[in-house]
């Protein structure tokens, strides 16, 4: 019995001084979770389906500090506690916008409004009809040729304003285009000026020589018949109208009134056919049409000052007389 205890003795302490498993590695021999958290792996990234390659340097490393950086700078601190800071440190200004468009007075909005909405009713009773029947009629070479008819006998209006803007060399162009037009062009119908010499028509009007010389809108103007306006722009209107060698005729002859008034009836049923549905399309945009196309017309007449080309302009020329 004695014996039995002293074999089991023996045996329980041969069990003790044997060495035990890795603690890095678990029964089946692959390292554990534990062990792989404790030790650092290799930096590598994924190269494709199976494969695993070494991460770049410059990847694995901090990266460096660039002078683009958007993290804003860290100000030191002086020895009174104060924060020192450069200019460098200082953020740039966002620089100013542009100046806005200018808006132009509508201080007779009310009376504006009874007129736009008779020109309205104008339009869709009875020039758009009138338009349509006679787009059916004349071919669209033939309403360009009546077009170029009219703006032919208007070049005395460009010529004068052009001289009065001092575009001396619009001047010129103008009278070549005349002469060209009128011979070769079969009295003005067809554009040989610009076709075949390229001698672009110059626009210019008196309302427009009024703002160039510094004259503002004053206010907006919505006639009969005649459309959006401004009272600079009316002025000029009957300016313009004085340069006009059938508003000489009609004074002396009743015929060449008439002739004057079915011209200008002409043109505009004219003018209605080749833009039919502009209007209709800004209309149907606009949540008050009124309001889009009061902006419309002195956005208009402010880049066709801006662009005029005249030295008396406060910022000078913005746009060069076309060849």
């Not at 402010?302 to 005249?310: F, P």
């Given at each position: 019995m004695k014996i039995v205890c002293w074999v089991c003795l023996f045996s329980a302490l041969c069990l003790i001084s044997l060495p035990g498993p890795c603690p890095a590695q678990s029964l089946t021999g692959v390292p554990s979770f534990e062990a792989s958290l404790s030790t650092p792996l290799p930096d590598v990234t994924i190269a494709g389906p199976g494969r695993i390659e070494p991460l770049e340097p410059s990847i694995a490393a901090e990266p460096p500090t660039s002078p683009h950086s958007t993290d804003p700078?860290?100000?030191?601190?002086?020895?009174?506690?104060?924060?020192?800071?450069?200019?460098?440190?200082?953020?740039?200004?966002?620089?100013?916008?542009?100046?806005?468009?200018?808006?132009?007075?509508?201080?007779?909005?009310?009376?504006?409004?009874?007129?736009?909405?008779?020109?309205?009713?104008?339009?869709?009773?009875?020039?758009k009809p009138v338009a349509t029947g006679y787009k059916a009629i004349i071919p669209e070479d033939g309403r360009i040729g009546v077009h170029n008819f009219f703006s032919n006998l208007a070049t005395p209006v460009r010529l004068a304003n052009c001289l009065l803007q001092a575009r001396f060399k619009g001047a010129g162009n103008e009278t070549l285009r005349f002469v060209v037009?009128?011979?070769?062009?079969?009295?003005?119908?067809?554009?040989?000026?610009?076709?075949?010499?390229?001698?672009?028509?110059?626009?210019?009007?008196?309302?427009?020589?009024?703002?160039?010389?510094?004259?503002?809108?004053?206010?907006?103007?919505?006639?009969?018949?005649?459309?959006?306006?401004?009272?600079?722009?009316?002025?000029?209107?009957?300016?313009?109208?004085?340069?006009?060698?059938?508003?000489?005729?009609?004074?002396?002859?009743?015929?060449?009134?008439?002739?004057?008034?079915?011209?200008?009836?002409?043109?505009?049923?004219?003018?209605?056919?080749?833009?039919?549905?502009?209007?209709?399309?800004?209309?149907k945009a606009a949540l008050d049409p009124y309001i889009a196309v009061r902006e419309a017309y002195s956005q208009y007449r402010q880049n066709k000052i801006k662009k005029s080309g005249s030295p008396f302009q406060p910022n000078g020329p913005q746009q060069p007389d076309s060849p």
């Amino acid at each position: 019995m004695k014996i039995v205890c002293w074999v089991c003795l023996f045996s329980a302490l041969c069990l003790i001084s044997l060495p035990g498993p890795c603690p890095a590695q678990s029964l089946t021999g692959v390292p554990s979770f534990e062990a792989s958290l404790s030790t650092p792996l290799p930096d590598v990234t994924i190269a494709g389906p199976g494969r695993i390659e070494p991460l770049e340097p410059s990847i694995a490393a901090e990266p460096p500090t660039s002078p683009h950086s958007t993290d804003p700078p860290i100000p030191s601190e002086q020895g009174d506690g104060s924060v020192e800071t450069s200019d460098e440190d200082i953020p740039p200004e966002l620089p100013e916008s542009e100046e806005a468009a200018e808006t132009i007075a509508d201080p007779i909005e009310p009376v504006n409004r009874t007129f736009f909405r008779t020109n309205d009713k104008l339009y869709f009773w009875v020039f758009k009809p009138v338009a349509t029947g006679y787009k059916a009629i004349i071919p669209e070479d033939g309403r360009i040729g009546v077009h170029n008819f009219f703006s032919n006998l208007a070049t005395p209006v460009r010529l004068a304003n052009c001289l009065l803007q001092a575009r001396f060399k619009g001047a010129g162009n103008e009278t070549l285009r005349f002469v060209v037009n009128t011979t070769f062009g079969l009295a003005g119908l067809l554009d040989t000026a610009k076709k075949e010499f390229n001698i672009e028509k110059q626009e210019a009007d008196f309302g427009q020589t009024l703002g160039i010389w510094g004259m503002g809108p004053v206010f907006y103007m919505n006639l009969p018949i005649l459309g959006p306006s401004s009272l600079r722009d009316s002025l000029g209107y009957v300016v313009d109208s004085s340069f006009n060698p059938l508003t000489y005729l009609a004074y002396f002859s009743v015929t060449a009134g008439y002739a004057n008034t079915g011209g200008w009836v002409l043109d505009k049923i004219n003018e209605v056919s080749l833009t039919l549905g502009e209007y209709e399309a800004l209309k149907k945009a606009a949540l008050d049409p009124y309001i889009a196309v009061r902006e419309a017309y002195s956005q208009y007449r402010q880049n066709k000052i801006k662009k005029s080309g005249s030295p008396f302009q406060p910022n000078g020329p913005q746009q060069p007389d076309s060849p």
